[in-house]
């Protein structure tokens, strides 16, 4: 029988600059962990339904209130629409948020005893969860590696020429072939924070991206490295300073998941 043909060059590649691009990421941010705060894979679950089409800042401001009213999945599911509606309304779309937030404590406790499932297949058959979500609750609740594709992620993946694909399935995909499986999480979190700091939709700060020298894409924004600094328009949301400053000084992965910060493994 013969042997399995090797990957062509070009492939290969590909694979050593996408992995290159990921180490230098996590250098360059290695607090970067998701901004969605969250105690339990419940918390985790709604805050990340809750986030569709705004921002974490603004859902970590309602969640402590909503959390103290309906703490897990049997509260939730029997709460009266208009309360959990008055609670979430900042966040945007909070009719129909709200009645997904209704329908999946509802299946949670129906189906799963209240309890998150942990598999991917059993997340998103839950209403108003999707890959990304699953990922994400998978990934940072769980520890099970995922890539999660949002518009930051899909962006990036584009220029940094790991993909040409549109479709986030496919892109999660394609994206997964090129890194050991035990990184999809972390790569995840680096690729939306360089995406949300420097790599932005419109006009990149590429002057002032760490990866410029490994991206076929540099040039596509501002190349000057003065004027490209002031396009950085991306900080560490509120709580998450105390968190850089413990990572500067040395404390692992491990340490500071002990102390209660949503880290994956």
């Known amino acids: 029988m013969p042997a399995a043909a090797s990957p062509a060059p070009s492939d290969l590649a590909l694979k050593r600059r996408a992995r290159k691009t990921?180490?230098?990421?996590?250098?360059?941010?290695?607090?970067?962990?998701?901004?969605l705060d969250f105690s339990n894979p419940f918390e985790l679950l709604v805050a990340t339904v809750l986030s569709a089409q705004t921002t974490d800042v603004r859902v970590n401001a309602i969640t402590p209130a909503l959390?103290?009213?309906?703490?897990?999945?049997?509260a939730m599911a029997s709460a009266d629409p208009g309360a959990l509606e008055e609670i979430i309304r900042p966040t945007g779309f909070y009719?129909?948020?709200?009645?997904?937030?209704?329908?999946?404590?509802?299946?949670?406790?129906?189906?799963?005893?209240?309890q998150v499932p942990p598999r991917l297949a059993d997340l998103v058959k839950l209403p108003g969860v999707g890959r990304k979500t699953a990922n994400v609750v998978l990934g940072n609740a769980f520890g099970v590696p995922g890539i999660t594709v949002?518009?930051?992620?899909?962006?990036?993946?584009?220029?940094?020429?790991?993909?040409?694909?549109?479709?986030?399935?496919?892109?999660?995909?394609?994206?997964?072939?090129?890194?050991e499986k035990?990184?999809?999480?972390?790569?995840?979190?680096?690729?939306?924070?360089?995406?949300?700091?420097?790599?932005?939709?419109?006009?990149?700060?590429?002057?002032?991206?760490?990866?410029?020298?490994?991206?076929?894409?540099?040039?596509?924004?501002e190349p000057e490295?003065?004027?490209?600094r002031k396009l950085l328009k991306y900080e560490l949301a509120p709580g998450r300073q105390e968190l850089l400053e413990l990572m500067r000084a040395g404390r692992t992965r491990r340490e500071l998941r002990a102390m209660g910060y949503g880290l994956d493994a």
């Open 150 to 179: 949002d518009t930051h992620f899909g962006r990036l993946a584009q220029r940094f020429g790991w993909t040409q694909e549109t479709d986030p399935v496919k892109v999660e995909h394609a994206v997964g072939d090129l890194f």
């Open 95 to 114: 009719r129909a948020k709200a009645k997904n937030l209704l329908a999946l404590a509802q299946r949670l406790v129906d189906s799963h005893g209240g």
């Open 225 to 228: 490295p003065v004027a490209a």
């Open 22 to 35: 990921y180490r230098e990421l996590v250098e360059a941010y290695p607090y970067a962990v998701p901004e």
């Open 67 to 74: 959390f103290a009213r309906f703490p897990d999945a049997q």
């Open 182 to 221: 035990r990184d999809w999480t972390m790569l995840s979190h680096v690729v939306v924070f360089h995406g949300r700091r420097v790599c932005h939709a419109r006009k990149p700060a590429c002057g002032a991206c760490p990866v410029a020298h490994l991206c076929p894409s540099f040039g596509v924004g």
